[in-house]
Structures are given as structure tokens and as C-alpha cells.
């Protein structure tokens, strides 16, 4: 019920109120996608096409928050949405699916806007069903249900099959595969492979992927940072909720053209160094938005206020987390983080017209 006390708060105004599954999950996603950005070989966001692994409140969080960032970026809102693809239980979400809720709805997409059509597995992929989808989107079968937060069965065994994961990629190519869905391993070795080779299809053979394996803990991530680099000859760029240890990698100069912006990491050999994986945890958010929102008077918590703390998590990455392609700061730098989250949204308190007082930038807050 979170969408809708959401909703109900904002309509009775004057109540800053933030979901941290919903929001805090959303800023600190985008902020390691805009961090991404600055390793070598990752296609910019307007150029990406993303496939979202559960479609629970997480997930729909961060989907609503990337088409806002899409917008920043000139990109229209249909145009936004229509490079998000989300999957649940039965499969994509797609607007022949009955019964969808209107957060689902508001994803959906036409399955004649598929890059590739098998629809030899469009029972998989959810192509041509029109079943009704229950409120938050869970297979009943087998009288199995789960978290409506994750949108998709707790076992691989009785929601869609993992290895139609690999099959969904294939159909929807996409840069970047986001999971929140607690099933373990869902991206094994055929899903990494099919994203590889989507990736390439859709932005050119030395782009890398982005993952986002988001669940906690440990045991419920969809792919370890190991096995993610192992399946993809260390091609994927990668982020967790939950930490997972660095890894021994050659070093060398970057392969092939650069297609993005990022001058940090690459397919490299060399003489070995530590590779960092990125930790998405929601501690970067919520303490810098609360304090800035208590700051500034604030009367809301909007997306423009979520955008810039991602974007200020993003501007704190350093070149000592990218060179080892850690794309969010690391945990130790929290409280740098957060005063520099609690400026930013102070001063987008102030250029919205939220803030209680006269508007005046912010370089910095202190945090005790």
C-alpha cells in the first residue's frame, strides 16, 4: 500500500514524507547508473534501454525516477517509458495483460515494440496472455506468494522460470538489467551472456552493461559480482545491495572505441589490481534528504528533490572508486556523502519554492 499513502500524504500537502523502498531505493539506483557513466564503455542514458527484473514498489520506484531523469535529458515521457521494460511473475508487462495496477500500467508496454519477437516462447515471455494480474502481480500457482515489494515469486520454481530470464533479455536487448525481485541467482550464466550480446547489439560491440543486482541479502542477490564478471569476461559494470568482496583483475589500457563518456575502467590485462564492486545501500540517501529537507523547511519530498540527491551521490564518486570501477562512493565516505546530498537538496528546496525561507545555496552542511 505504499503507492497509495504516498499519494494520500502528497494530497494532503504540507507533510515532507519519503518511502525509502520506494524513493531512497530509487535515488540511490540512479545514482549508480549516473556513476556508470563515467566508466569507459557505457552507453549514455538517453541510448540505453533497461529491463527491470520484479516489478514491486522498488523497482516501479526506480523506473519512475529514471524516466524523470530521461526528461532532464531532453527525452520525452513516452519516449522515456518506452526504453523501461519491466518484468513480474507472469512474465514482461505488457498492455494485453489484464487486471494490471495503475503503477504497472503506467510501464507497460506493446509487445510489437519488442527489438526481437520469439513469440515461439510467448508463453515465457508473457506475449500473449491476458490473464488478470492480481494487485501486486504475484503467480498464485502452487498456492506460493511473496512480498508485495518484490513483484515476483521468492522461488524461481514457482513464478517464471529463471531461465526465462535469459529468453526475456533476448527479446528486449537491453543495456541494463536492474533486479528487486529476492530471487537468488535469477541472472545466471545464460542471462549475462544474452545481455552481453543485447548490449552489443543495441550499442555497438565495446559497450558495456550495466547490473544492478539489488536485493538483500547476500543469499537473495540475482548475481554475485563474481560470477556477474566471471560470465561476462569482466565486461559488466556492476552495483549490489548487498557488499560483496573485490576482485583480482588485470589491469591494461581500455579495447575498442568508447562509446560513452567514461574514462575510467576497461577490459584490461595486465598486472593484477582490485576491482570494487559498487554497494547501492540506501544510507547514502535518507540521512542527506532528511537533514536537507528538515533544513530548507521543505514542504514535500518531490522527484526533483530525489534527482538531486542522486546526483549529488553521483558527483561524490571519485577517481579513487572509478579507477577501481566502483561506481557509488564507498560506504566509509558516508558522512561526506551526506552533507553533500543535504546541500543539494536544500538548494532544490529552494529553486522549486518549497523551502520555508528565502532560498540561499548551500555549499555544504555539517553533519554531527
Do not use: H
Not at 535469477?186 to 550480446?197: D, M, R, S, Y
Not at 598486472?271 to 547514502?284: D, E, G, I, R, Y
Not at 519530498?301 to 577517481?319: E, F, R, Y
Request: glycine content about 10%; aromatic content about 4%.
Amino acid at each position: 500500500n505504499a503507492f497509495p499513502v504516498l499519494k494520500l500524504v502528497d494530497a494532503v500537502g504540507g507533510i515532507p514524507t519519503f518511502n525509502d523502498d520506494i524513493q531512497a531505493t530509487a535515488a540511490v539506483s540512479l545514482a549508480a547508473m549516473l556513476g556508470g557513466l563515467q566508466i569507459f564503455g557505457v552507453p549514455p542514458l538517453t541510448q540505453q534501454r533497461w529491463l527491470f527484473f520484479g516489478a514491486g514498489q522498488a523497482n516501479l520506484g526506480i523506473a519512475r525516477l529514471l524516466t524523470k531523469a530521461l526528461q532532464r535529458q531532453g527525452v520525452s515521457p513516452a519516449q522515456a517509458r518506452s526504453s523501461i521494460w519491466m518484468m513480474d511473475s507472469k512474465g514482461l508487462i505488457l498492455t494485453s495483460r489484464k487486471g494490471l495496477s495503475p503503477e504497472k500500467a503506467e510501464f507497460a508496454q506493446d509487445a510489437s515494440n519488442l527489438p526481437s519477437r520469439d513469440f515461439a516462447a510467448s508463453a515465457a515471455l508473457g506475449l500473449t496472455s491476458s490473464n488478470n494480474g492480481s494487485a501486486d502481480g504475484m503467480s498464485s500457482r502452487n498456492g506460493i506468494s511473496s512480498s508485495s515489494s518484490t513483484g515476483i515469486c521468492s522461488s524461481a520454481r514457482t513464478g517464471i522460470a529463471v531461465a526465462d530470464v535469459a529468453v526475456v533479455v533476448s527479446a528486449v536487448q537491453p543495456t541494463a538489467l536492474i533486479g528487486a525481485a529476492a530471487v537468488p541467482r535469477a541472472f545466471g550464466k545464460a542471462v549475462i551472456e544474452a545481455l552481453l550480446q543485447s548490449t552489443a547489439a543495441t550499442a555497438g560491440p565495446s559497450a558495456r552493461p550495466l547490473v544492478l543486482a539489488l536485493s538483500n541479502p547476500t543469499s537473495k542477490a540475482e548475481v554475485s559480482y563474481a560470477d556477474a564478471m566471471a560470465w561476462s569476461q569482466d565486461k559488466v559494470v556492476y552495483a549490489s545491495g548487498s557488499p560483496f568482496p573485490p576482485l583480482a583483475r588485470p589491469i591494461s589500457k581500455p579495447i575498442g572505441a568508447n562509446i560513452g563518456a567514461g574514462r575510467y575502467g576497461s577490459i584490461r590485462r595486465g598486472s593484477n589490481k582490485l576491482l570494487q564492486p559498487a554497494q547501492a545501500n540506501n544510507c547514502f540517501v535518507f540521512p542527506g534528504l532528511s537533514l536537507g529537507v528538515l533544513q530548507s523547511g521543505s514542504s514535500a519530498v518531490t522527484d526533483d528533490l530525489l534527482l538531486a540527491a542522486a546526483q549529488a551521490i553521483a558527483g561524490m564518486v571519485g577517481p579513487e572508486e572509478l579507477e577501481v570501477e566502483c561506481v557509488l562512493p564507498r560506504i566509509g565516505r558516508l558522512q561526506q556523502v551526506t552533507q553533500a546530498v543535504a546541500a543539494a537538496v536544500v538548494e532544490a528546496a529552494g529553486v522549486e519554492g518549497l523551502a520555508a525561507g528565502p532560498y540561499t545555496k548551500v555549499q555544504q552542511l555539517q553533519v554531527a
